[in-house]
């Protein structure tokens, strides 16, 4: 019907050093291996550039996979994110710090490439 469309289970996101501490400082994913929304939310203390979170796919690929991620919200787009790619899934990092108590939200898409 024109449509490309993502079924099965959830990938883990657990969140980064980078997110900082405090209450507020928050990790999630809803959405598949293929596609889906991450969502994570500074702390209020110890803020810094690097790690963001992690996702880990409910099923590795079984060969290189090709994954973007796209700003969702405004904050996302003040930040410079990149990813690194692992056998399990990717890392979503930050050049910048994150600002106190705000909400970043990226959209993902990851594509398989055969072995």
Do not use: C, W
């Not at 997110?19 to 991450?38: N, V």
């Not at 690097?50 to 787009?77: C, M, P, Q, W």
């Not at 990813?83 to 970043?104: M, N, Q």
């Amino acid at each position: 019907a024109g449509h490309s469309m993502s079924k099965g289970a959830t990938p883990t996101f657990s969140k980064g050093q980078a997110l900082g501490a405090g209450t507020s400082a928050a990790a999630t994913i809803d959405g598949t291996d293929t596609a889906g929304t991450i969502n994570v939310t500074a702390g209020s203390t110890d803020l810094a550039n690097g790690v963001l979170g992690t996702v880990t796919f409910a099923k590795a690929y079984e060969g290189d996979h090709k994954t973007i991620v796209s700003a969702r919200n405004e904050h996302a787009a003040q930040i410079r994110v990149y990813i690194v790619k692992t056998d399990t899934g990717f890392e979503v990092r930050s050049l910048d710090a994150l600002s106190p108590d705000t909400t970043y939200s990226f959209d993902y898409i990851v594509q398989g490439i055969a072995p």
